[in-house]
């Protein structure tokens, strides 16, 4: 059977493309008969010359990117700010995505208390005392776990960061973004910008152009309080309350097998924000937050101290993560188990 229909779904797909081409040639008002698989009636045709990926990435996107988050938390920031007045953003909100939001805090505020409760009173297969006959698979599923958790405030200091970059205005603004190009200027290329510490001038040339998206409309201060207050810190604060209880009932499962489960779980509670982004909320709004272009910064811009924080934390960023999570894990570990 394999035999007789290897031939036949071959001449079928050959022959699903060949009348895709016969359609696209009489729309285009060509004549079919010109049209023909032979390579001699095709030339591939250079467009621009060679180029290397990651160069290319940062004269569209720019460096030191500054990206805001795709969850139900930073969809509230954009919604808002993409509007054209306050009473547009208010309506929006109370519609669309404060319930969202509301819903994805009751969830996690909710499930991270009964995690805590059902931890303290060792509630079903959760021990007393912490799996001390696999030190290194309770050490893995920790060290995991904690890293997520680290991963996850991190996200929420990248939204910070993202907040950071807009000015205070006195009256709601849309959301406007406005491109540049920077070029490196004559002072530049003799060697004024190769002196700053993490600046771009170290790997410029004379032909380098680099993208840099900066934001043209501001956030009045109302708006800004009210992001923090109702939407980052929150998010920073069920954080760390599933980090606390997540570790102890990772720490202290009765088995093997209730240690992954359990870690699986409190990953789930950590990660809701993104789960009701997914479920809850329309594609307009999902489609606003995902394409957004990144912001940049601009060579040492912030001061010398900003600016060497950068350049250390992106060259040695796998092993600060690596130590905030050994940092961590210590006392969660003597809390739960001691």
């Known amino acids: 059977n394999a035999l007789l229909l290897e031939p036949w779904s071959s001449c079928f797909l050959s022959r699903c493309v060949w009348l895709l081409a016969m359609s696209l040639a009489r729309s285009k008002g060509l004549s079919p008969d010109k049209l023909s698989c032979d ?20 004269r569209e996107n720019g460096i030191q990117q500054r990206v805001l988050p795709e969850n139900v938390y930073t969809a509230a920031i954009v919604a808002w700010l993409n509007n054209e007045s306050a009473s ?14 509301a819903l994805t805090i009751f969830l996690q505020v909710t499930l991270t208390y009964y995690l805590q409760v059902g931890v303290k009173d060792y509630d079903g297969d959760l021990e007393a005392v912490c799996l001390t006959d696999h030190r290194m698979l309770l050490y893995t599923g920790l060290s995991a776990f904690v890293g997520l958790s680290l991963g996850n405030l991190y996200t929420i200091l990248e939204a910070h960061n993202w907040l950071q970059m ?15 190009l920077l070029k490196p200027t004559p002072q530049a290329m003799d060697g004024v910008a190769r002196s700053m510490e993490g600046g771009l001038g170290e790997a410029m040339g004379t032909d380098d152009v680099r993208g840099v998206c900066r934001p043209q409309s501001g956030i ?7 992001f923090y207050a109702f939407l980052l810190l929150p998010w920073a604060a069920v954080t ?6 997540g570790s102890g009932s990772v720490l202290r499962s009765g088995n093997r097998f209730d240690l992954v489960l359990n870690c699986v779980a409190a990953i789930f509670v950590l990660e809701l924000g993104e789960v009701t982004y997914a479920l809850l909320l329309p594609r307009t709004i999902k489609n ?16 010398a101290v900003a600016s060497a924080l950068r350049k ?22 003597y809390f739960w188990c001691d």
């Open 220 to 226: 009045t201060p109302c708006a800004r309080a009210s």
């Open 240 to 245: 760390v309350g599933v980090l606390f209880a």
């Open 288 to 303: 606003s937050t995902a394409g957004l272009p990144p912001l940049n910064r601009v060579g040492s811009e912030g001061g």
């Open 312 to 333: 250390y934390g992106t060259l040695f960023f796998f092993w600060i993560v690596i130590a905030a999570t050994a940092v961590v894990d210590v006392p969660l570990y």
């Open 39 to 58: 390579p001699a009636y095709f030339e591939l045709e250079k467009v621009g010359g060679a180029f290397n990926p990651m160069a290319e990435s940062q």
């Open 88 to 101: 547009e953003a208010a309506i929006g909100a109370a519609f669309f995505t404060a319930p969202p939001v």
């Open 166 to 180: 807009f000015g205070s205005c006195e009256r709601h603004e849309e959301l406007m973004l406005q491109k540049y």
